[in-house]
């Protein structure tokens, strides 16, 4: 007859395992849930990526999950994701350490589209930018002294490799 001190170890993996099996059953009845690895901020999931690509890449990587790369209606949607990639890059205040934004002007020059097909009403250009009809793509250039200034807009080559966010709807 085993003692009751032998038996403990037993019944904390036991009840783990229910507790942990509790969860999973839980997460799987939520009625609006971001994906595994995916965090949750209002009303949309977002999903970093530190390993850098052009621009079309990103936003392939970003419409196989069902998203696209991120709009910015306003300067709270701005905020907010800049403070998202300041918690996933070791030093914030490296300049020029950009990241893509779903804003280009790959249909016609300097008419700017969302790649979600948002209406653009807010623009947070870096000065004297745009300037280049040859760069259709816009990054957040982390350029500046402040945050809000490292949240300005870039113009810049596709082709160019810059890390990203994508971004979906909660299901």
Known sequence: MASMIQKIPLMVLLLTGFIW???????TKCTKCCPQYWMRVGEYCYQ???????FHD?????????GNL???????ESNTIYQL?????????????????GLR??????KYEWTDGTPVHYY????????????????????GYNDDERQQWNDALCDQVRSFFCRKPLN
Do not use: H
Request: net charge negative.
């Open 70 to 76: 991120p709009s910015i209606r306003n300067e709270e």
């Open 85 to 101: 990639w300041k918690g996933f890059v070791d030093d914030s205040t490296i300049v020029f350490s950009a990241y893509w934004i």
């Open 105 to 110: 002007d790959t249909i016609q020059v300097n």
């Open 21 to 27: 099996l509790s969860e999973g059953e839980a997460c």
């Open 124 to 143: 947070n250009w870096y000065p004297a930018e745009p300037n280049s009809s040859d760069e259709d793509c816009v990054e957040v250039v982390n350029a």
């Open 48 to 54: 970093y990526f530190g390993n850098k690509m052009k």
């Open 58 to 66: 990103a936003e392939n990587i970003c419409n196989r999950f069902g």
